[in-house]
């Protein structure tokens, strides 16, 4: 590219000169010979008036999209569910392995208190209701990680 | 207000709102660009094609770049698959010639314009329409058409040489 290439170029894009381009043009016979019909082409490219868009062109395309946003809305509910179950299981082992522990150190003291079978008992309620917070936890899963999704929607609509 | 690019997200995750506020920002600018590309052929089709790639691909965007540079690159593509494709079957010229008696000044100096853009190749006619009528920088004509900033410099530079030969015609 010469320095007439990008004093013509600047004609063409900007419709005028900087001082230095003029002074270029005013000194250069090739861009003096140029000029004229570079203004030419700008204008004839600036005649080109393009017709607006149908107004019903938009909503033709959402028409159209609605399908494959459903399916991504989809996808996308089951990425947030699975990261969710995946963060949420992670930490499940120890957590049992913690509670197994921590119910037959309990078991074995309480065995030592009481007669056997009330142990028992009372080591089958503890472990019974430890059963029923993992699953109400984890049955909670699916709900926040669908009321996140829904939060996080709105906050990039608003 | 929400940018494309937290909007582009959002249209991942299948919001449809999200969607048509995107198209309202950049109707004109991808219908003018289209059109111009196209002479005015299939604008409507090749239109919707590019926001339902915009759609599919929308899980893809790299959330680091900037919206409209991949909007467009879409668009390019896709008129660069609809040059290719075999032309359509020809127009009675007869039908063409009688329409064009009460055609006003503007509108031929329009189809003048057109005209113009039209004996471009391809390559060359997507940088002046991004260069000229979109007012893009050179860093990001080049992104969208793929190509190195030197390259799109000399398409805008062969593009001029073609327009002023073709306009002293």
Redesign the interface.
């Known amino acids: 590219m010469t320095t007439c290439d990008d004093v013509l170029a600047k004609l063409l894009l900007a419709g005028k000169l900087d001082a230095d381009a003029a002074a270029h043009v005013s000194a250069c016979p090739h861009c003096t010979a140029e000029q004229g019909r570079v203004r030419r082409v700008a204008a004839l490219l600036a005649s080109d008036h393009v017709p607006a868009a149908s107004p019903a062109l938009s909503a033709r395309v959402v028409g159209a999209a609605t399908p494959l946003l459903a399916r991504q809305a989809r996808r996308a509910a089951w990425r947030t569910l699975a990261r969710a179950l995946a963060a949420a299981l992670v930490p499940l082992p120890l957590i049992v392995f913690l509670d197994f522990h921590l119910v037959r150190t309990a078991y074995g003291v309480l065995n030592t208190l009481l007669p056997g079978p009330l142990s028992f008992y009372v080591a089958f309620n503890y472990v019974a209701t430890l059963a029923v917070l993992f699953a109400l936890s984890y049955g909670m899963i699916p709900i926040v990680a669908e009321r996140q999704m829904r939060l996080r929607r709105e906050e990039c609509r608003a | 207000m ?1 940018t494309d690019e ?2 582009i ?12 506020e995107l ?2 920002r950049y ?2 600018g991808l ?2 660009f289209i ?2 590309h196209t002479g ?1 052929r299939d604008v ?1 089709d090749l ?2 094609e590019t ?2 790639r915009v ?2 691909a ?2 893809r965007f790299d959330p680091r770049r900037r919206f409209s540079t991949w909007l467009f690159q879409i668009a390019v593509n896709l008129c660069r698959d609809w040059h290719r494709r075999p032309p359509p079957e020809p127009v009675d010229p007869a039908s063409v010639e009688g329409n064009r008696a009460d055609v006003p000044a ?1 509108v031929d ?2 189809l ?3 005209r ?2 039209a004996a471009l190749p391809e390559a060359q006619r997507s940088v ?1 329409i991004l ?3 979109h ?1 893009l920088g050179e860093d990001e004509v080049a992104e969208i058409v793929g190509c190195p900033k ?1 390259t799109v ?2 398409r ?2 062969h593009a ?1 040489a073609r ?2 030969r073709l ?2 015609q």
């Open positions: 929400a937290d909007l997200t959002a249209v991942a995750n299948g919001d449809g709102r999200a969607l048509e198209c309202r109707e004109r219908h003018q059109f111009r005015g409507d239109y919707q926001w339902l759609v599919r929308a899980r503007t100096a329009a003048d314009a057109r113009l853009l002046v260069r000229y009528y007012d030197g410099k000399s805008l530079h001029m327009l002023t306009a002293r």
